[in-house]
């Protein structure tokens, strides 16, 4: 299995000034439609991934459910704030969380 990783694209110098820098106003420039292969979770081009528009809703509906039926705790630890590559980016410990049904 093949599995890119979007991270150096997106982290790059070259492209992103200090990319390591939250910076969400570098996104405002208004001209996100000039720069569309940005954004490659889905990949892009005629191949580009079938579930481009299923998973987004998918998401949408899962984490909306949740929010309505479930109350939520996230157990920080001290690697929390730290990122993981593979695949994907998430948490070094996991984001471990906690889920209680609410009454």
């Keep these: ?3 890119p990783s979007c991270y ?3 982290h790059d110098p070259e492209v992103y000034r200090e ?3 939250y910076d969400p106003e570098r996104w405002i420039t208004g001209d996100a439609e000039s720069k569309t292969k940005n954004w490659l979770v889905f990949g892009a081009g005629p191949h580009d991934c079938l579930a481009r528009k299923y998973v987004p809703l998918q998401m949408a509906s899962m984490i909306g459910k949740a929010a309505l039926e479930l109350d939520w705790k996230h157990h920080a630890t001290p690697k929390s704030e730290e990122i993981r590559v593979f695949a994907t980016l998430f948490p070094e ?4 969380l906690v889920f209680t049904r609410r009454p």
């Design 93 to 96: 410990d996991e984001c471990p």
């Design 19 to 21: 990319p390591e820098v």
């Design 8 to 10: 150096p694209a997106l």
């Design 1 to 3: 299995m093949i599995i």
